[in-house]
């Protein structure tokens, strides 16, 4: 009996295997299918100034509007794309596009800081760096308009040249922002190596920080940490106003999060730009 237990077990967990990897196969060949047919787009989460209350910038995210399941969420597609290096063209192609965007907004007298996300994947070819420059000179944004996010692990990495290839980045004028904040590796050497210019605290500090006093505390050195350093600090994920007002009591610079809006279409971003438009016409 236990011997069947055991078997039936093996077999059910072969059948879940088997399905994962048809699963899998399934995403890999539509998300090539995405990229051609034009599935994919970028939406935009502003980032307030805690001080104004201005929006300052934006963050670009992925999404996939997919023709069965509807939208489809980064952390559904992403790791896939890094495993099977699709990345590279998805990842050059989200950078053209936050460009082209942030141009069009330039253009109409809105100057606004783009910050698009990276995989580490990215820095595999060494090829990055030229491609960021590329882009920047084909659609005439203005390099310090555009800032990366990276997350604490790659500013570590030691393989495929990445620290020489985020040197050269930074000579193209581009802004490099730390994500994700206190959540990787807990080695702060790279604070002093880099000169980022933005540090991104983690929302699992942020979402709950009205009822934790010892996040409070982790909050607050962080911010003091990074503005001794010349950092400015973005927090992520303020979802309630007593959070918003802690972080502000505590010099924060900018955040988002629910509170002020989801990430949302470049249409409706311009609207959140420009309400006293839509007041006029409405
Ligand atoms: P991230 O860069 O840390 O982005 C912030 C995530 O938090 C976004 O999830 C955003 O929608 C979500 N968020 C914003 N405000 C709140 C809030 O108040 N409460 C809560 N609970 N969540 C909030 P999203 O869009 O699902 O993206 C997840 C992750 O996927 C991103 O985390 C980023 O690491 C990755 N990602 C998104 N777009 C791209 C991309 O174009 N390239 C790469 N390589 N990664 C991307
Ligand atoms: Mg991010
Ligand atoms: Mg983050
Ligand atoms: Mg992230």
Redesign the pocket.
Known sequence: KAKDAGRNTYLLYKQEWQQHQTDTLKLITDLRQAVREQQLE??Y?PKYELSSGRLNGV?????WRHPELGWV???HF?PV??ETGL?DS??LW?IRQACLQAVQWHQAGQSLVVA????AR?FRSGQLPEQVAAVLAETGLPAELLEL?L?ESMLMDEQYQVQQQLTQLMATGVKLAI??FGTGYSNLHYLSKFQAATL?I??SF??QLNSSIRDQALVSGMIQLAHSLGLVVVA????LPEVASLLSQMQCDSA????WS??VTAEQLWQLLTPELIEKHS
């Open positions: 970028l939406h989460q963050e670009a995210l992925l999404r969420g980064p952390q992403i794309a890094e990345i998805l990842g989200v698009v996300n990276l995989s990215q996010e997350t994500d994700d991104k983690d929302q942020i979402l992520e994920g303020v979802e988002q999060g629910y509170l989801k990430p």
